[in-house]
């Protein structure tokens, strides 16, 4: 399994811009769909955006689409979610996740086989 990292998380205030990034120590990410969730204590994973192993696949779920894009630099093992315009309900612990294959797609959760352990994004005045 890929040990995934992410960082980047923080207090931010409504309508502001937050990018997270997740990586690996040492292990190349260039074979696997990469997913970004999140999730707010007591309600179910929400699905975000999945990017391809190559980066020219990719998508946003409906809830996000226009505020927040994904893309991977592979070289750097290294794949971005980026979060324009903030709001509030944005507030949750944000995960990615590996999938098994080099697509992926956010109806699939059971594919996503190893996830890191979570950011924390804060969006409050």
């Known amino acids: 399994q890929l040990q995934l990292v992410e960082s980047g998380g923080g207090l931010v205030q409504p309508g502001g811009s937050l990018k997270l990034s997740c990586t690996t120590s040492?292990?190349?990410?260039?074979?696997?769909?990469i997913g970004w969730f999140r999730q707010v204590p007591g309600k179910e994973r929400e699905g975000i955006s999945c990017?391809?192993?190559?980066?020219?696949?990719?998508e946003i779920a409906t809830s996000v689409q226009g505020r927040f894009t994904t893309w991977r630099h592979n070289p750097w093992n290294t794949v971005f979610l980026h979060m324009d315009r903030l709001e509030p309900n944005d507030t949750a612990i944000y995960y990615c996740?590996?999938?098994?294959?080099?697509?992926?797609?956010?109806?699939?959760?059971?594919?996503?086989?190893?996830w890191g352990q979570g950011t924390q994004v804060t969006v409050s005045s």
């Open positions: 996740a590996a999938a098994t294959s080099r697509m992926c797609a956010l109806s699939l959760l059971s594919d996503f086989a190893s």
């Open positions: 040492g292990q190349a990410l260039d074979n696997n769909g």
């Open positions: 990017i391809s192993a190559s980066g020219l696949a990719s």
